[in-house]
């Protein structure tokens, strides 16, 4: 713990803005844990953690004993966590990794979901939030915006939102996914 009592108005912002880029850091690494995490579990298209690992969801998910496409009693899935081009996670992954951070199974599978979404479909967001340009909270909140669109429209959104996206708030990213649906997803 910081020891405060001590410092005057600029040792405190100081320190503030210490605590802060530690916080951002800590959260960035967070998503690259997740991702992992991801990976260790996964099965489709990236699975080896690039972009598109090529494997076929249904035999590979098969070799490996998941129940893909079809309900095997007492056989783990493989679920969608991200959008569209994202590999298929196993279902009980996140229940797992959200026990040992203490957190929910859903902001677990949520963790993960945007970590995928992030790295496979947006990938300059995920360069910013590396490279310390964007803090994880903002990458989420547009990750989870972008996981109903498709790879086009996600990369039309991570073109557009990446260079402002430290500095504009959740309102225009919303407009830009509109735009991206508009032009590429019309059905939606």
Same mark, same amino acid.
């Given at each position: 713990m910081i020891e405060t009592t001590r410092l005057d108005v600029a040792g405190v912002v100081a320190a503030a803005v210490e605590c802060r880029r530690v916080a951002d850091r800590a959260e960035a690494e967070l998503l690259v844990v997740a991702v992992r995490w991801a990976d260790l579990h996964t099965v489709g298209p990236g699975a080896d953690g690039g972009a598109d690992g090529g494997a076929d969801n249904g035999a590979a998910g098969a070799a490996a004993g998941f129940g893909v496409g079809r309900d095997l009693v007492g056989a783990q899935r493989l679920v969608p966590l991200a959008g569209a081009g994202t590999p298929l996670v196993a279902e009980f992954a996140p229940g797992e990794l959200g026990a040992a951070l203490g957190i929910t199974s859903h902001a677990a599978a949520c963790l993960v979901g945007d970590s995928l979404?992030?790295?496979?479909?947006?990938?300059?967001?995920? #360069? $910013?939030?590396?490279?310390?340009?964007?803090? %994880?909270?903002? /990458?989420? +909140? @547009?990750?989870?915006?972008? *996981?109903?669109?498709?790879?086009? #429209? $996600?990369?039309?959104?991570?073109?557009?939102? %990446?260079?402002? /996206?430290? +500095? @504009?708030?959740?309102?225009? *990213?919303?407009?830009?996914?509109?735009? $991206?649906?508009?032009?590429?997803?019309?059905?939606?």
């Open positions: 979404e992030l790295r496979h479909r947006l990938p300059r967001l995920w #360069a $910013a939030v590396h490279a310390g340009r964007l803090q %994880a909270w903002r /990458a989420r +909140k @547009v990750a989870q915006t972008t *996981v109903c669109l498709s790879v086009q #429209a $996600a990369g039309f959104v991570d073109a557009q939102v %990446a260079p402002v /996206a430290h +500095k @504009v708030g959740l309102s225009r *990213v919303l407009r830009l996914v509109e735009v $991206a649906m508009r032009r590429y997803d019309p059905d939606l």
